[in-house]
Nanobody, 115 residues
Framework: QVQLVESGGGLVQPGGSLRLSCEASEQYFMIYEMGWYRQAPGKQRELVAELVRGGSPKYADSVKGRFFISRDSGKNAVLMQMNSLKPDDTAVYYC?????????WGQGTQVTVSS
């Protein structure tokens, strides 16, 4: 069982930045994948960015060049830096992890981009 604790959401103006953090209760090296999904009202949950063990970061086309995912060195956590935020980025952001072929989700954190 993996517990995922998210932080860093909030309200930001268009063009602004936020950084999300997701800390896992298990050792990072045991986790196959960690990343972020988001779900806007009336839409399906979609992959935003992910880190897969031994691979390169993967991003949704809509966030490439604006969002950057990285491991938080020294912690069992990943960070996602979100720059040049747009109103379309407004959603609940969920941390996701895969461990031993099982999926785990955080509780979600709201990101609202509005003037």
């Amino acid at each position: 069982q993996v517990q995922l604790v998210e932080s860093g959401g909030g309200l930001v103006q268009p063009g602004g930045s936020l950084r999300l953090s997701c800390e896992a209760s298990e050792q990072y090296f045991m986790i196959y994948e960690m990343g972020w999904y988001r779900q806007a009202p009336g839409k399906q949950r979609e992959l935003v960015a992910e880190l897969v063990r031994g691979g390169s970061p993967k991003y949704a086309d809509s966030v490439k060049g604006r969002f950057f995912i990285s491991r938080d060195s020294g912690k069992n956590a990943v960070l996602m830096q979100m720059n040049s935020l747009k109103p379309d980025d407004t959603a609940v952001y969920y941390c996701h992890a895969i461990l031993n072929a099982a999926d785990y989700w955080g509780q979600g954190t709201q990101v609202t981009v509005s003037s």
